[in-house]
Structures are given as C-alpha cells and as structure tokens.
C-alpha cells in the first residue's frame, strides 16, 4: 500500500472509526507506538499451537503479557483453553470482553476482592481461581455458599521462589480442605516454577524444570492416590515450552511472552542454538529522532516510559544496523552511531525491539497491528494498569 | 473517620459519583493502588513557591511527573505560571482540561505533529514550544503561516546530555531565525540540565548546575547584546530548585518531583544534610499481602507493573520497620522480615515509597488522595500513557 498523504485529522477520523486497514500505514503512527507485526504474531501461535498438540498438551496462555482481549480471543480461535491473567481486574476486562476459560493465577485476598470473585464465576462458572491459604480457601467457600456459586480452586504450588503452598503434605491437606467445602471444587494444580524460565543454558534450564514440575507432578500423584482428582496441573513458560511439554503428568502449558517475544528471552539459548529464536519478534516500539547533536548522535522520543526497564539490556534497533540505544531519561533515547556510515536526521523513524514485553505493553492504550507496513487494525491493551 | 465497612458495589457506586470525602478510607482501596498523602503533597507545594517567590523567581512545575490536570490546577493556584509538560500529547490532554500556561519540553517534529501543535496553539495562544532546529523551526512558521496563528517559540539549549542547540553562537544563529520570521515568536531559552539533578554531594551539585546554567546566562546575554529579549530563561529539578533560583539571569524553574518526593531524591544529600528531605513523601504505592512462605516471607501484590524499575533502588515500606522489598516479577514483590518482630499475615496492607515518582504514576489510570486515612478525592492521571 502506498501513503496516502493523509493530515492528522484524517488520520484520527480513522482511527476513531476503527477502519484503519487499507488506509493507515506505518509513517501515520504518532510516536512512541507500540507495533505487532502481524506475521510473526501469527507464525508465533501456529508454532506454539502445533507444538503442543502433537505433545498432547492444553495450552491456557498467559494474558498478563499482552492484557488485551482481542489477542486472547485470538489465541482461544487457536485452540487455547481460555486466557490465563494474573489478577482478578485483569480476569474481569476479559470476561466483560467476551474472553472465557480464565485462570487467576494470584490468590484473590480480602473480602472486597472475594466479592468482585463471586459475581466474575456467577456470570463465568468455568473461571478457576488459585489459592496457597488455607483461610482464603474458607472464606472463598463461605462467601460462595452466601452467593449460592460454586468456586473452581486451583492449588498453587510452591515450585518457585514466589507463591504456592509447599509440594507433597502441605498441598494434600489444602486439597483435602477444599474436596470437603460444600461450594468449592478442586479444579487441579498451578506450578508456576519462575526461575526457570530465563536459565540461560539450555540443558540446565531443562534440569531446573524438570526438577520443579516434577514435584509438581508427584504431588498430582500424591493427591489422586487419597482419591482427589487432579484434572489440570498447569505450568511453563515460554523459555520451557519444549520441556514442560515432555513431562508426563503435566496436562497444560501457561506461556505468554511467546507471542512478541522480547530481548531478555532471545539472549537465553535455545534447544541446540545459542540464542532463543524460536519464536519471532513481533512486537516493537516506533520512535522518532527529535533532536540531533554532532554527526554521531541522535535522540529519540521513548524512554523510561516507552520501555520497561526491569531487565539489564537496552532496546534493540529493528531492521537497523550500527546504532546503539542509552537511556536518556522518562522520555528520551539517545541513539550513538557505531558504525560511520549510519546517519540519523531530525524526524526518521527508528523501530526498537524490547528488552520485556510484558511491562512494555502495560505502558501503552492500544497496539497497532501491522501488516507489512499496512496498519491492519489497532487493538485496545483491554486490561492496561489493571493490577489489582 | 471510622471505616464504614462498604461492600465492593457500594464502593465501585461512590468512586464513580466521585464523592469519597467522608466515606472511603484507605482500607477500601483495591490494591496496588496509588495514594497521596494530602497534608504532605500541601507542604511541598508551599514550602517550594514560597522559598522562589522569596528569590524573585517563577515556578511552572512539571507536569511529566503527574501527568494529573487537577494537580496542574493545584500549582497553578498556588502560583505557577502554568504547567510545562513534556510531550505535545500531555499538553493537548492538560488544555482539553483546563490547564494554561502550557511549555512543550521537547521539539514538536513531523507534518502530524505540527498539525496538533498548530491547533493547539490556536485555542492556547500562550503555549510554548521548545525548538533546537533550524528546519524544524521553518515548518513549525510555515504551517502558522498557512493557519493564521501565530506560535511562541523557545530555543532548547544544550546545557545537558540530552537536547538542545550549543550554547553561545549556534543558539543566537537559531534565535535570530526565529526573530526573523513572520508567524513565530521567540520567547526565551529553555536550558535543563539533567546531570546536575541527582548528583549526590550538594556542593558538588551546585557546581554542576552553575556551570550549566551559566552557559545559559550567558547566551541570554549575547542574545540581549544582539538585540533579542529573552523573556524567559527556565530550567532546574527538584534537587537544584535551591541552586538555580540563585542564579542571576535564570527567570523561571521548572521542577516535577518536589511534590511527591521519592527514594532517587531522597538518596542524595540536602544543602548542609546528608539526605534530601526538603520536601517530604507524600507519594506512596499501597499494596496487600496475597502470600505467605514461613514465618519470614510475605508476597504483596506489587511488581513491575506497580513500580517503575528504572532506578537501583527498591521500594521501602513507609510507617514500617523491619522489612526489605525484593522484586518478585511483573506482578509480586517479595517482603523479607529483616527483624524477627515483623509478623505480616495474608490480608495484610503495606504501603511503600516508590524508586522514581514520574514513571510510577505513568502506570497507574488515577490517583487515591488521602487527608489521613479518608480519601478525601481521585483524581484521573490526565495524561497516563501520552508519551507522544
């Protein structure tokens, strides 16, 4: 598609309408803008979907890293479960935008969130929530006899440095006090083992996962041998998918950042490859040069509050050789020339990779969705600050 | 105020009313939720416009750090010339809501963006717009031209590390640009020099900053030698508003953080104290406990997503000894009792002080403002997101 020259007015006639596709391109994007390249969005969930189908694995992935409704709705069409999200007011924008088979994979605590829980599983019965507290295990039931639902509760699992209730004993006697509560079901077990998903090594990444979803896997066993029934243990992440999957016992699979990927999972090894690759980079950052000084540097418009800045790396220019990107503050990049032949003018546009997908896109209202250079549809990040 | 013990829908009903005074404490705030301490937020403001209005000088505070219309209201009547903001998306939010006085920190580029800029420039005739190129400056004439506004036009010196035209000579070449055609107004120099900011020793400080804004001084004066009133010459940060506001020649500052406060400010030392706490915290991040490991470890529900990151330092517990916060991803934060009389139980609420107030509040939709523990207001953050 070629630009069509249109002014901002135009531009925002359009994007109000919701018609963007044949119109817009990428140069009538205001920026800082957060791009999904369509392609690798998409070659990214076939690989992952046909991967766990043929390892006969469910996939629920993980909503917190994207918070947009259109994207999992996307990813229930592909054959997932429903959305995994971390938090109750993330579980609410996506059901109140048509997305079901939601799991919270955060305890829901204190009765003001109990209340909000009961009217989500009133009108979405298939929700699953976790717990790790015996207390909230009664008051979920309590508030749920009042309310005359029933609750679906997952075990979470201490497998990681994080939350859960410890493995073996400890998760029995949860299980056991949910199976007798007449308004909650045990729905399974939720082993979310953090600290490996970003080992760098392939083969020890395999062995930290192997020995964290194994205990999740013999507390399954351990459960059903007094007779409860374990129908999910869920788990994984995108630096695990090709190991979890493998693990006999383990029925489903929680990856979120497989669908943009980012920087801190492509400086991890891959299964025989010393860089991540599995999956393609389909989300970026526009940018424009607003400011220049020299003939070597040039200054951007995002900054700290463009990118997340949790991990160690900086932004990584896209399809763009011989620039390197320093924080220049909330605002600002300051892009050096590494190689002389690179020359940056006031108003290029220069398209950065991330160093983490998920806090990136809670920074931004909406994502424009990209094909090619043809902006094929904006999508709302639904769930955006929802942290509660 | 006693805690009325509202259910969830009653409270949801009187948040949407906007009508909390009286009724809502903090222990009726879904966490993470972001708080401001009334009382302290009042003390920072007078005690910053009364110390400049003793040393002659004008105050038009950032608004890039609460990106929040209704404080730019606030620091408006309390004196500010208006409010500066980063971004021409925050100054269309801030005029949309009634703020003037309105100074864009960073170059308006591209044919869209001048197109807002223009039609800003035509309900608020007294926004200015920072400039640091040449052609830039033509485009932002000529578009006025073709509209029939006029635009007010600061050069952006480089005193600093980041944007800016050199100082001396290459300024007065843009400034007479400026002065040279039809449908731009110069309107002074706007000079901020972020690496004296946070620099640790005071006198050290203070050094830096005279050195920076020297320069700018002295380009005032050539510019005057040629001609050229420079009405304005505006700059400074919270950690140099007592430095800056010394400096002959400098008629204007432009400080964000002095209302909040936070761990990066505080970390550095005061005029004649080793921490600066000229102004006091009244910025905070409330979070609950949703975890417990053992007797010493508790999981609140804040992460990366609850607290910038982009500083070294963590989050502390405010009104709490014994503690220490660990990053526990996206969405936890990890609490380590550091003394064994710490009990903290599911359910449980601690509030912190944040790393870096600016891209803190960036990630939250409003702000919880307290007169103790009533919430007297919300207040929506105008801007959240408008980083273009």
């Given at each position: 598609?070629?630009?069509?020259?249109?002014?901002?007015?135009?531009?925002?006639?359009?994007?109000r309408?919701?018609?963007?596709?044949?119109?817009?391109?990428?140069d009538?994007?205001?920026?800082?803008?957060?791009?999904?390249?369509?392609?690798?969005?998409?070659?990214?969930?076939?690989?992952?979907?046909?991967?766990?189908?043929?390892?006969?694995?469910?996939?629920?992935?993980?909503?917190?890293?994207?918070?947009?409704?259109?994207?999992?709705?996307?990813?229930?069409?592909?054959?997932?479960?429903g959305?995994?999200?971390?938090?109750?007011?993330?579980?609410?924008?996506?059901?109140?935008?048509?997305?079901?088979?939601?799991?919270?994979?955060t305890a829901?605590?204190?009765?003001?969130?109990?209340?909000?829980?009961?009217?989500?599983?009133?009108?979405?019965?298939?929700?699953?929530?976790c717990?790790?507290?015996?207390?909230?295990?009664?008051?979920l039931?309590?508030?749920?006899?009042?309310?005359?639902?029933?609750?679906n509760?997952?075990?979470?699992?201490?497998?990681?440095?994080?939350?859960?209730?410890?493995?073996?004993?400890?998760?029995?006697?949860?299980?056991?006090?949910?199976?007798?509560?007449a308004?909650?079901?045990?729905?399974?077990?939720?082993?979310?083992?953090?600290?490996?998903?970003?080992?760098?090594?392939?083969?020890?990444?395999?062995?930290?996962?192997?020995?964290?979803?194994?205990?999740?896997?013999?507390?399954?066993?351990?459960?059903?041998?007094?007779?409860?029934?374990?129908?999910?243990?869920?788990?994984?992440?995108?630096?695990?998918?090709?190991?979890?999957a493998?693990?006999?016992?383990?029925?489903?699979l929680?990856?979120?950042?497989?669908?943009f990927?980012?920087?801190?999972?492509?400086?991890?090894a891959?299964?025989?490859?010393?860089?991540?690759?599995?999956?393609?980079?389909?989300?970026?950052?526009?940018?424009?040069?607003?400011?220049?000084?020299?003939?070597?540097?040039?200054?951007?418009?995002?900054?700290?509050?463009?990118?997340?800045?949790?991990?160690p790396?900086?932004?990584?220019?896209?399809?763009?050789?011989?620039?390197?990107?320093?924080?220049?503050?909330?605002?600002?990049?300051?892009?050096?020339?590494?190689?002389?032949s690179?020359?940056?003018?006031?108003?290029d546009?220069?398209?950065?990779?991330?160093?983490?997908?998920?806090?990136?896109?809670?920074?931004?209202?909406?994502?424009?969705?990209?094909?090619?250079?043809?902006?094929?549809?904006?999508?709302?990040?639904?769930?955006?600050?929802m942290?509660?």
């Amino acid at each position: 598609m070629t630009h069509r020259n249109y002014s901002w007015s135009e531009i925002t006639k359009i994007l109000r309408s919701g018609e963007t596709k044949g119109k817009l391109t990428r140069d009538d994007l205001p920026t800082p803008a957060l791009m999904l390249d369509l392609d690798d969005f998409e070659y990214n969930i076939d690989k992952m979907t046909r991967y766990l189908r043929s390892s006969n694995v469910a996939i629920r992935p993980h909503g917190k890293t994207h918070k947009c409704a259109e994207i999992a709705k996307v990813l229930i069409r592909a054959g997932a479960a429903g959305s995994c999200v971390a938090k109750l007011s993330e579980a609410e924008a996506f059901a109140d935008n048509g997305v079901g088979g939601l799991l919270i994979t955060t305890a829901v605590i204190g009765k003001h969130k109990i209340e909000r829980a009961i009217l989500l599983a009133r009108n979405h019965p298939d929700t699953i929530f976790c717990v790790d507290d015996a207390q909230n295990v009664r008051d979920l039931d309590e508030a749920a006899g009042v309310s005359g639902v029933r609750l679906n509760l997952a075990i979470d699992l201490l497998v990681g440095e994080r939350t859960g209730v410890g493995c073996g004993e400890p998760a029995l006697v949860l299980a056991r006090l949910i199976a007798s509560l007449a308004h909650v079901t045990f729905a399974g077990i939720q082993a979310y083992a953090g600290q490996a998903a970003h080992v760098a090594e392939w083969e020890k990444r395999r062995r930290v996962s192997h020995e964290a979803m194994g205990k999740a896997v013999e507390t399954r066993y351990l459960l059903e041998k007094h007779g409860i029934n374990v129908a999910i243990v869920t788990g994984g992440s995108t630096g695990t998918y090709n190991i979890d999957a493998e693990i006999n016992g383990v029925t489903e699979l929680q990856p979120g950042s497989f669908i943009f990927m980012d920087l801190a999972y492509n400086s991890i090894a891959g299964n025989g490859s010393e860089a991540f690759h599995d999956f393609r980079n389909s989300l970026s950052v526009l940018t424009t040069v607003v400011s220049k000084r020299g003939s070597d540097t040039a200054v951007v418009d995002g900054g700290f509050k463009a990118f997340a800045t949790d991990q160690p790396m900086v932004p990584v220019a896209k399809n763009m050789q011989g620039v390197r990107y320093n924080w220049g503050g909330d605002e600002h990049g300051i892009l050096e020339a590494i190689k002389p032949s690179v020359t940056l003018d006031v108003g290029d546009r220069v398209e950065f990779m991330v160093p983490h997908c998920d806090p990136t896109v809670n920074l931004y209202d909406r994502i424009f969705c990209l094909r090619g250079d043809d902006v094929e549809t904006v999508w709302p990040i639904t769930a955006r600050g929802m942290s509660q």
